[in-house]
């Protein structure tokens, strides 16, 4: 008997066309027509398709991954094998890395989308969403985690980046690598990343905000006291080098820390942040000594990612706040 898998569109490139040469790509395209384009699939796999919108994936917002995250798990419960994901590139670290902290499914959970629309010679789209729904019913991949499957390779979302504005090889996972690859449609899995408990979001509430603030050369933390001001309910830092600022963004974070939680998270996009080695002012040192909370290998928009679902849910007291980046940022 074929597999159940179930495809969950929600629009990004792979689902893009455009009205004329100039007027430029917008979605367009349904689930229904992206499994139409593949006929592989229906000889893999029973397909049950659902639109849940069609937008490029800046639009997208923490209240879709919420909704998608819970048809998932209604999905799982009514006999799905796996379930594919399909979106824009931009955010599918965030997607995903958010779907693999609020579901601790069996059934894998699989994000894809394309780098080049189905206009354009040498579309990745096909590829990838065969190469999702291979690897959606494989049973290798079940309890793994949310992946993100792309050009022929398998990451954990956990580890996941995009890395290059339009090369279809774009994502990377960074120090860990890819958890697995495709090859002439067999799934291989080398690796088993560990699995951590899921968060359960209690509270989900769209005034809950968090901000993510990147700091450069000269930066006198203006920024810092205006996001605090404006009713942010969280911060995130990407600091220089191993977590660093100046001794004005220093102040302003000290400032920023009696009143919400903040993360310090590097700006260099790979490492952990420093606890243990600097300690002028603004230094790693002296910003965790005045309350910042490490990031640890977290980027910032994972960190951002994490901090907003934490605030979702009944793990939000600092002491809390610091455990759970303690234990992700490390993992
Ligand atoms: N460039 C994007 C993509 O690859 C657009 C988006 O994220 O929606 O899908």
Not at 53 to 71: G, K, Q, R, W
Not at 164 to 175: I, K, V
Not at 193 to 204: G, S, T
Not at 275 to 288: A, K, N, Q, V
């Amino acid at each position: 008997m074929k597999p159940v898998v179930d495809i969950i569109s929600l629009g990004g490139t792979i689902a893009m066309k455009g009205k004329n040469a100039t007027s430029g790509v917008v979605p367009t395209l349904t689930a229904d027509d992206l499994v139409e384009a593949v006929p592989q699939l229906n000889e893999i796999a029973v397909i049950r398709t659902h639109s849940h919108c069609n937008v490029p994936s800046a639009h997208l917002t923490f209240e879709d991954i919420v909704t998608v995250a819970a048809e998932i798990r209604r999905l799982a419960a009514d006999g799905s094998a796996g379930v594919v994901i399909t979106q824009g590139t931009d955010t599918i670290e965030e997607t995903a890395y958010a779907l693999d902290l609020l579901l601790e499914l069996d059934i894998p959970v699989v994000v894809t989308g394309a780098m080049r629309n189905p206009t354009r010679p040498g579309a990745d789209g096909p590829a990838n969403l065969l190469s999702a729904v291979l690897v959606a019913c494989h049973l290798n991949a079940r309890s793994l985690g949310s992946l993100v499957v792309f050009n022929d390779e398998v990451h954990a979302a956990r580890f996941v980046r995009k890395t290059h504005t339009s090369n279809p090889s774009t994502f990377s996972s960074g120090p860990a690598g890819p958890i697995g690859w495709l090859a002439e449609d067999r799934v291989r899995i080398v690796l088993k990343p560990d699995r951590l408990p899921a968060i359960e979001p209690v509270n989900f509430d769209k005034a809950i905000k968090v901000a993510i603030i990147k700091l450069g050369i000269g930066d006198d933390g203006t920024l810092i006291d205006a996001a605090v001001a404006t009713g942010f309910r969280g911060l995130v830092i990407e600091g220089l080098g191993g977590g660093h600022t100046s001794v004005s963004a220093a102040n302003a974070l000290e400032r920023a820390c009696a009143k919400l939680p903040v993360i310090l998270a590097s700006r260099t996009g790979a490492g952990e942040t420093l606890t243990c080695t600097y300690g002028f002012p603004g230094s790693e040192i002296d910003l965790l000594s005045k309350g910042l909370i490490a990031a640890g290998r977290l980027d910032g928009c994972s960190a951002r990612v994490l901090l907003t679902l934490l605030l979702y849910s009944e793990n939000s007291s600092i002491e809390q706040l610091h455990n759970e980046f303690l234990v992700r940022g490390t993992h």
